[in-house]
């Protein structure tokens, strides 16, 4: 299980006992905030993208969407998601608990600037009932981190 993957990297990080398991499903933004009992906003999604023939990442506030001419813009291609066959073989984790942590080799991770409203956010820890609770220099040092981009647009 890819949980076991994400235990095992914090682990050698000493974060471990810092992942949350929970006995209902935080698969979604929706139901890890009630899991967590926090706002939306403050769940770190990970969305999956096939950027110039390789996988990568962009971990975003819940709240937010990707902007297809900001995302055209900064990686030259048109936004389009991994299945979720897909993202399983090619990022590491299945949706529902895809994360920035302990991905497949070459695998990007770009940290969208509408996480920057918050000190403190929380990604999944791969699997669909898991999540960890990280400052953003956090999110940078454990993740695949590449650079903060700018993709999402926040609702009205």
Excluded at 4 to 12: L, M
Excluded at 18 to 31: G, M, N
Excluded at 54 to 69: E, F, S, T
Aim: aromatic share 8%.
């Amino acid at each position: 299980m890819a949980i076991e993957k994400v235990r095992a990297f914090f682990r050698q990080h000493g974060l471990e006992e810092r992942i949350q398991e929970f006995d209902v499903s935080s698969a979604t933004v929706e139901l890890a905030a009630q899991a967590l009992r926090c706002e939306p906003c403050r769940i770190a999604k990970s969305l999956s993208f096939l950027v110039d023939g390789k996988a990568i990442l962009v971990v975003a506030a819940g709240d937010a969407r990707i902007d297809n001419p900001k995302f055209k813009a900064k990686f030259q291609t048109k936004a389009k998601m991994l299945s979720p066959d897909d993202t399983e073989s090619l990022i590491g984790h299945a949706v529902g608990g895809v994360c920035p942590f302990a991905v497949n080799d070459g695998v990007k991770v770009y940290l969208d600037e509408s996480l920057k409203r918050f000190a403190t956010v929380f990604p999944a820890c791969g699997s669909s009932n898991s999540a960890i609770e990280l400052s953003l220099p956090e999110l940078e040092q454990y993740s695949a981190f590449v650079e903060w981009v700018d993709v999402c647009k926040l609702p009205a």
